[in-house]
């Protein structure tokens, strides 16, 4: 029962892991790597993203600002 459930893990894991959700098998090490790879790269898009965020709300913060000064002088 406990290895069938383990295979079952591992083909789910298989599917949802771009690169080889086309393979029909691959080796579990494979599987294991490449869900690591591919969970540090979405970590690590997941960061970038953040900090594009913040710097977006820099760029709004320092926008409505001006704005705010521009509209005063009228």
Do not use: W
């Not at 771009?18 to 098998?25: A, R, V």
């Not at 090490?29 to 690590?44: D, G, M, P």
């Not at 997941?46 to 521009?70: C, D, F, T, W, Y």
């Amino acid at each position: 029962m406990r290895r069938v459930d383990l295979r079952n893990a591992f083909e789910e894991l298989r599917v949802l892991v771009p690169g080889l959700c086309d393979k029909d098998k691959a080796p579990k090490v494979e599987i294991l790597r490449k869900a690591s790879e591919h969970c540090y790269s979405v970590t690590q898009r997941g960061r970038l993203l953040e900090q594009e965020k913040e710097r977006q709300k820099r760029l709004q913060g320092e926008l409505k600002k001006r704005l705010a000064s521009l509209q005063r002088r009228n």
